[in-house]
């Protein structure tokens, strides 16, 4: 059964600070991996999409890493701003063909920056 | 493009009642919807899939007859709470799938604003 872990559960920085969110998974037979963001009551905005044939994506000041043989990805993201402040999830899927299109979700992040 | 949305984005119902949630794709086609809940701190946790002129796959443990999900369109899928329970409360988050030609990757998964359900 996939499991997705994400460390730390909250993270407080001051503005401008570059920082790392961290998600690991137990199951490195993955379809491909996403990334979000939700604002408090809010639904998810997708971040970014890492295929399980990539090693990474970039999206302006967020750069997504996949190590799919170690089961982790990490999300960094440059000179962050209060704006950023929010909870990040990460989720992975099973391979195709025939996995279930069911994303697995981690409990998430919770960020604040700081002005 | 992309656009997924919810309504009603909050509803409050007494016990007892049934409550209806549509959620739309709005630019695209999507011949898979996912509903999802969310409980407070928790991750987010499929309940169906839902597929355009079929019956929905449940996940294990959750009840079909308490929560009724009809796709009757490319663009609408609705999930209805059948007599609501104050433990039934929760944040329900609908996702649309893009297919081939669609924005976004392939395959990627869309999500609405969620819906806030509280019962009495």
């Known amino acids: 059964k996939q499991e997705v872990t994400q460390i730390p559960a909250a993270l407080s920085v001051p503005e401008g600070e570059n920082l790392v969110l961290n998600c690991s998974f137990t199951?490195?037979?993955?379809?491909?991996l996403q990334w979000f963001r939700q604002d408090p009551g809010k639904g998810l905005t997708s971040l970014l999409l890492i295929q399980s044939s990539q090693r990474e994506q970039t999206s302006g000041r967020l750069n997504a890493s996949l190590d799919k043989s170690s089961g982790r990805s990490t999300l960094y993201i440059a000179a962050s701003q209060p704006g950023d402040s929010a909870t990040y999830l990460c989720?992975?899927?099973?391979?195709?063909?025939?996995?279930?299109?069911?994303?697995?979700f981690g409990k998430g992040t919770k960020l604040t920056v700081n002005p | 493009g992309a656009v997924v949305s919810q309504h009603p984005s909050r509803v409050i119902c007494k016990s007892g009642t049934s409550v209806k949630i549509e959620c739309r794709s709005l630019?695209?086609?999507?011949?898979?919807m996912f509903w999802y809940r969310q409980f407070p701190k928790q991750s987010l946790m499929l309940m169906a899939t839902?597929?355009?002129?079929?019956?929905?796959?449940?996940e294990q443990g959750v009840e079909k007859d308490k929560f009724l999900i009809n796709h009757a369109s490319l663009t609408l899928s609705t999930l209805t709470v059948t007599s609501a329970h104050p433990e039934d409360s929760s944040f329900y988050i609908c996702?649309?799938?893009?297919?081939?030609?669609?924005?976004?990757?392939?395959?990627?998964?869309?999500f609405g604003p969620g819906t806030r359900l509280t019962v009495l």
């Open positions: 839902s597929n355009e002129g079929s019956k929905a796959t449940y």
């Open positions: 199951d490195s037979a993955i379809y491909n």
């Open positions: 989720a992975v899927r099973p391979p195709l063909p025939g996995g279930s299109e069911k994303l697995v």
């Open positions: 996702s649309a799938r893009v297919g081939a030609g669609g924005p976004g990757a392939y395959n990627e998964q869309f």
């Open positions: 630019d695209f086609q999507a011949t898979t």
